[in-house]
């Protein structure tokens, strides 16, 4: 089965500590990114990477990281600077390949910070 | 400005009618249009990827102006399951980047 998955499903941290989500997909789609929703409002982007090794910060990159050492997975750290970090996470893949580029979507992982 | 706008609803509808939702855009640059549907507290999922010529599939239908700006989705003969968030994407492919707009959410009701 080809997809993105995304682990876990629901985090739960202390302020102050960094932590890291999971993203992996087998679609072999060269670019993957990290997006943001927050209640009522739409997507906003943290990083992309449109290759391995390679990544450019989105448009909400301060306190967050990422690496992109294999094709398959992109996995975000939000750090300890972020200052609302409670949020849903969502990562996504698109084909270069493909005319239109769809994005497809990971389920989610929803963080919470207290 | 936002590079992408949509009327964030409600639409409350009875089962059978027929919706349609618009979205603008501000960078004539942008190249790819798509529609995804989010049910609440789940992933965006794909619905149409929007063809300059506009394009239809079954109950769904898009259109692309972009004289302009605009890309609209038609909802025909309403279903309960319709009931979601609609975003509008779009992408300048030169840049590798999607833009979102805030959702139009449906209501259908019964």
């Known amino acids: 089965d080809g997809g993105i998955t995304q682990s876990p499903k629901y985090l739960f941290r202390k302020e102050g500590q960094n932590v890291t989500l999971s993203c992996e997909q087998n679609?072999?789609?060269?670019?993957m990114y990290w997006y943001r929703q927050d209640p009522g409002q739409g997507l906003r982007l943290i990083y992309y990477?449109?290759?391995?090794?390679?990544?450019q910060k989105g448009d909400i990159a301060e306190g967050y990281s990422v690496s992109r050492e294999k094709k398959e997975s992109f996995p975000l750290t939000v750090t300890s600077a972020q200052k609302n970090p409670t949020a849903f996470y969502l990562c996504?893949?698109?084909?270069?390949?493909?005319?239109?580029?769809?994005?497809?979507f990971g389920p989610g992982t929803r963080l919470t910070v207290t | 400005r936002k590079e992408v706008e949509q009327d964030p609803g409600p639409f409350n509808v009875p089962e059978g009618a027929t919706v349609a939702f618009n979205c603008t855009y501000s960078n004539s640059a942008s190249q790819s249009f798509f529609w995804y549907r989010q049910d609440c507290r789940k992933e965006p999922k794909l619905l149409m990827s929007?063809?300059?010529s506009g394009n239809e599939d079954g109950r769904f239908t898009a259109q692309l102006n972009r004289a302009s700006q605009y890309i609209s989705l038609l909802i025909r003969d309403s279903k309960l399951s319709d009931s979601a968030t609609y975003l509008c994407?779009?992408?300048?492919?030169?840049?590798?980047?999607?833009?979102f707009g805030s959702g139009t959410k449906l209501n259908v009701k019964p």
């Open positions: 929007v063809y300059s």
């Open positions: 996504a893949s698109s084909s270069d390949s493909s005319a239109f580029r769809e994005q497809y």
């Open positions: 679609l072999n789609h060269d670019a």
């Open positions: 994407v779009v992408n300048r492919n030169n840049f590798n980047k999607f833009y």
């Open positions: 990477s449109q290759i391995v090794n390679d990544f």
